[in-house]
């Protein structure tokens, strides 16, 4: 079993890779919607989503 400290610093990097993951994914949005494949209703869209996605993870992950 981990301790506390150890559980402490393996949520924080958990809460770091989905910070990052969300940037990335709303980098490649941005990049598809300058390049014209994406409008900005799709974009918003997308990113809503992705947020919503990421919450739901967030809970799931706190009550283990």
Known sequence: MA???E???YQAANEIR???LLA???AV???LQQQ???N???FKDCVQKMEKQARTA???NSVK
Do not use: C, I, T, W
Request: aromatic residues 8%; charged residues 30%.
């Open 3 to 5: 301790s506390k400290p």
């Open 24 to 26: 990335y994914q709303r």
């Open 40 to 42: 900005e209703m799709q």
């Open 29 to 31: 949005l941005l990049a």
């Open 36 to 38: 014209g494949v994406l």
């Open 58 to 60: 967030d809970k799931s």
């Open 7 to 9: 559980q402490l610093e």
């Open 18 to 20: 989905q910070d990052f």
